[in-house]
C-alpha cells in the first residue's frame, strides 16, 4: 500500500510537470464523474496530506484522490500517449498544453471545492511531512488510548497522517517493542521522531530503506521477511497474517527475540508464511510498472 512518502514524492513529480499547465481534454472513466469537464481549467497545485493527494485548479476546484492499495498516476510527454495495455487501469485522462497524465487504478476520485478539502482530510492527524507538523498534537493523540496495541496506534490515520504497515512494522523492530506493546509503554516522542526521520530521509532517496543498506533484499529489518533470519540475533522473523475486516490488523512482521512483549499465540501464526502470498523484499516494489521513454512515473 502507498505510504505518505510516496505520495509526497508523487505530489513533487506531478507539480514539476503540470503546474501551470491548462487542461485541454479532460476524461473521467468513473461513474460518478462521468460527465465532469476540466477543460479550460489551469493546474494550480499538487498537495499531499499523509496519504492523500489534493490536485488544485483554478476556479475553485479540487480534485481528491487517494492511492489505497495500489493507485498511480502516471505522466507522458506532449504528443504521446500511453500503450493500449494500460487501457482498463485508466480512471482519469487529464491532457494538458504540455504532458497527459493519467490516474491508473485509482479507487477514489473526488471532485470538490477547494474551500472544502477539510471534508476529506480533516479527520485525520498531523501530517508527518507536511510543513504544519505538529509533534505534540500527534503524540497526544497517540497517548490518548494508552491500552491500544502500538502497531495499530501507528497506522491509524486519525493519530498522525502518512504511515503506512512498512514503516509501522519497522519503527516498532527499530525502538525494540512487540507490535501489541500497549502505547502507554512506549516513548511516543521517540518513536514519533525516528518514523518521521526515516520517511524524511525517504524523500529524497530511491526506495523505502530502513537499513541503510540498499542492495536488493537488504533494505528492511523484518517487513516481508518471514522465517529469514533477524538481521541483529538470527531468529526467524515471526509473521501474523492480516486479520478480516479488522482494518488495522494487517500483516504484521517481527522478531520474537528483539522485540519483547504480547504477541499473537503460534495457532494464530500460519504454518508455513514462506510460502504465501504476502509482501516478499525480494520483490517489494515490482508492480510498479515503467513507461520506455516517458517523463517517469509518478507513484504513490
Known sequence: MPEGDSVWKAAR??????????????????????????????VTAFDSYGKHLLTRFSGDLTLHTHFEMDGAWQVVGPGKALPRSFEDEIRLVLATDGPTAYALRMPVLKL??????????????????????DEDEAVRRLSCSPGRPLIEALLDQRNLAGIGNLWAVETCFLRGHSPWTPVGEVDLRATVQLVRRMMRHS?????????????????????????????????????RDSVP??????????CDRCQ???APSLSERPPRPGLRRGVDEESFGSRTRRLR??????RG
Open 13 to 42: 513529480s506531478l507539480r514539476a510537470q503540470l503546474v501551470g499547465r491548462t487542461v485541454s481534454r479532460s476524461n473521467f472513466r468513473v461513474p460518478q464523474l462521468a460527465t465532469a469537464d476540466l477543460s479550460g481549467r489551469q
Open 112 to 133: 470538490l471545492v477547494t474551500g472544502d478539502e477539510a471534508s476529506v482530510v480533516g479527520h485525520l492527524g498531523p501530517d508527518l511531512l507536511g510543513p504544519g507538523w
Open 203 to 239: 524523500l529524497d532517496h530511491p526506495g523505502q530503506v530502513t537499513t541503510g543498506d540498499t542492495r536488493r533484499g537488504r533494505t528492511h529489518w523484518v517487513y516481508g521477511r518471514a522465517e529469514r533470519p533477524c538481521r541483529r540475533c538470527g531468529t526467524p522473523v515471526a509473521f
Open 245 to 254: 475486516n479488522e482494518h488495522y490488523a494487517r500483516e504484521t512482521w517481527w
Open 260 to 262: 519483547p512483549g504480547p
Open 293 to 298: 521513454g516517458g517523463t517517469g512515473l509518478a
